[in-house]
C-alpha cells in the first residue's frame, strides 16, 4: 500500500512539474508527454531516449502480465475451470502453451479493434482492457464477503472491511460502466 501510495505521490508531483516546463496545449496534443518534456529540458536525443525507456518499461509491464495471466489460467485449468491444456508446462514449468492461446486471443482482439487512426485503435485497446481488467477485480472483491464470514473476522473489522470493499466496488463499477458508455 505505501509503494502504491509513493508511485501516485511520484506521478502527480512529475505530472505537475511537466506542466509547469511545458505548456498545456502542447502537453494534451502530445503523444508522448513525459518525452517532449525531456527533449524541451535537454534536446530531441535526450527525449527520443526517454520515450524508448518507456517503451522498453512497458514490454516489460506487458511481458510479466503475460506469465502472470498464464498462470492464473494454469491454476484455474487444474482446478478444472477451463480446458486443460492450459495446464500444459514446459520442463522448467511454463506454462508456454497457455500463453500462445492468450497471446493469440489477444492479438485477434486486437486485430478486431483496427481503425484508420492510431489513436482510436489505442483508445479502444484501453477501453477493452479496462473492461477486461475490472470484471475479475469485481469477482475477487465479491469473494472478501464470504472469506470475512468463513474466517469469523470479528464484526468491528468486518464492518470495516466491508465498507472498504462497497466503496471499491463502486468506484470499479462506476469505470466500468465509464468504459462501456464513452465512444
Known sequence: MCATLGVAVIY????????????????????????????????GTIGKIVMAMMVLSCSGSLLSWQFTIARVFKASADDSYFPHWFSKVTKDDAPIVGMLIIVCTQTLMALMTISPSLYKQFNTLVNLVVVTNIMPYILSMAAVFVMVKVEHVNPHQATFIKTILLSEHFIASMRFMHQALVP
Open 12 to 43: 502527480i508531483l512529475s505530472t505537475n512539474v511537466a506542466a509547469g516546463i511545458v505548456n498545456n496545449e502542447a502537453l494534451v496534443n502530445s503523444t508522448a508527454p513525459f518525452g517532449l518534456v525531456f527533449s524541451t529540458i535537454f534536446d
